[in-house]
């Protein structure tokens, strides 16, 4: 697992911070600008990250909240590829629901 420089790290999180209050609000297109505005600060390979796995999570999530089953299914299968996600069982079911989605 590599670890993030603590700057870097604060940033992330509070980019993250005003997406979630954005998705809080049923505003699901600006928080993902947030979402992804913390994804472009990660090194690559952001995979490397478990903060990839966030931001990715956040990302799949919006898009789902969005009806963009298939956005949402790639961010959500990405996420899993992140460190320490495999298991987050958060992803699972919102990728399940998804697939269901997509039928």
Excluded at 8 to 31: F, M
Excluded at 57 to 64: C, E, H, M, N
Aim: glycine share 8%; aromatic share 12%.
């Amino acid at each position: 697992m590599s670890e993030l420089d603590s700057g870097i790290r604060r940033e992330i999180q509070a980019l993250c911070a005003e997406g979630y209050a954005r998705y809080d609000a049923a505003d699901y297109r600006h928080a993902l600008r947030k979402f992804y505005q913390a994804w472009t600060l990660l090194p690559k390979p952001q995979t490397d990250y478990s903060e990839g796995g966030w931001v990715l999570t956040a990302i799949g999530d919006s898009y789902f909240r969005s009806a963009l089953y298939e956005q949402g299914k790639e961010a959500l299968v990405s996420a899993l590829h992140c460190e320490g996600m495999i298991d987050n069982p958060f992803i699972h079911l919102r990728l399940g629901q998804c697939l269901l989605e997509l039928g």
